[in-house]
């Protein structure tokens, strides 16, 4: 039986501020579950799940029995960040967010210049799990990484990327090229990629910002049809195309 207090507890975690005081977050749905429930990256401290769940899950429910609370269908809309509820939420610890430069230098990264949506920045973290990208950085004024909605949107992958947070002017030990998406860049069917790319993807509406423009070494654009409407491309989208063509030059 789950409590007030728990259930209180849990709804505070759908807000930035707890999440950063508790260290915890939660995910939620069956595919999301079962990928966490068979991998070790983060830790569980908590699962609640409805009867539908329990019974179609019934290994997973034995071997987490000692952190596993049975809740009603509206119980867990109580507790849920999601239009509709699913049958499962866990409860996880945060990882920490400074960078690890060893990690970070084993391929290639993101860099998320104040990109604010948190579908799409779920949705960066699911493209740079397809395309083996094995970094995501996202600047502070970025949608944060454990927001309920950025995690339900990486279908899972977050738990195969590594995500840092850091501003720009404070990266260092990096042995990247910064390569800045921009409408006024070279063509991306014409670009070199670097060996080692940092893929900069800037605000949906401004862009990236000035301050750092000037320090980025290359810039790419995605040429379109003369003949479009479409003023620009979703950021989410746009680094789709630009992990494809990253993704192919590694391997010519």
């Known amino acids: ?77 109580k507790i849920s960040a999601l239009k509709t509820s699913s049958n499962v939420l866990l409860v996880l610890e945060k990882l920490p967010e400074t960078i690890n430069y060893t990690l970070m230098n084993e391929g290639h990264a993101i860099y998320l210049d104040n990109v604010q949506d948190p579908g799409n920045v779920g949705t960066i973290i699911r493209i740079a799990d397809w395309f083996g990208i094995t970094t995501v950085i996202r600047s502070k004024g970025s949608a944060d990484f454990y927001n309920p909605k950025v995690i339900q949107a990486t279908m899972g ?19 990247h090229q910064s390569v800045g998406a921009a409408m006024s860049g070279k063509n991306v069917m014409q670009f070199n990629w670097p060996t080692k790319t940092l893929l900069v993807m800037g605000n949906e509406g401004k ?45 010519k």
């Open 207 to 251: 862009g990236i910002q000035a301050s750092i423009h000037h320090k980025l070494d290359h810039f790419i654009t995605i040429d379109g049809s003369s003949n479009r409407i479409a003023d620009s491309l979703n950021v989410g989208i746009a680094t789709g195309i630009l992990c494809a063509h990253l993704s192919t030059s590694a391997t």
């Open 1 to 77: 039986m789950i409590t007030q207090n728990q259930i209180k507890y849990i709804k505070s975690l759908h807000q930035s501020k707890f999440r950063q005081k508790y260290n915890n977050f939660i995910a939620e749905g069956d595919k999301i579950a079962e990928e966490i429930l068979q991998n070790n990256t983060y830790k569980i401290n908590a699962v609640y799940a409805t009867e539908h769940w329990l019974n179609n899950n019934d290994q997973f429910a034995r071997l987490h029995k000692n952190i596993l609370t049975g809740i009603s269908q509206g119980e867990m809309k």
């Open 157 to 175: 992958s977050f738990l195969n990327v590594h995500l840092f947070t850091e501003e720009f002017d404070q990266l260092s030990s990096m042995n």
